[in-house]
């Protein structure tokens, strides 16, 4: 437990570090009950719930001018957004 610790930077006290490892024994055990499932016809799952593609139609619509984009900022210089400077 207390290598698990370091590597987590934890600093736990006596009483915590026995605490999580009877709880991490306890997952350990689970996991090995799940080691005996047979799964050797079963095909891996990578992605539980189906994707699909949900995107909206791609339609010219007019846009903000660039008096009413700049009017709710005061980071703005010479009709441009202003942000922090970055090294």
Do not use: C, H
């Not at 207390?2 to 306890?26: F, H």
Request: net charge positive; charged share 30%; no cysteine.
């Amino acid at each position: 437990m207390e290598k698990v610790a370091r590597l987590a930077r934890l600093q736990l006290s006596p009483e915590e570090a026995s605490r999580i490892e009877k709880d991490l024994n306890q997952v350990l055990k689970e996991f090995k009950i799940l080691d005996k499932a047979k799964t050797s016809n079963v095909q891996p799952s990578y992605q539980p719930i189906p994707l699909k593609n949900i995107t909206r139609k791609d339609l010219v619509e007019d846009s903000l001018s660039r008096k009413q984009a700049m009017s709710n900022t005061k980071n703005k210089k010479k009709g441009y957004f202003t942000g922090p400077g970055v090294v």
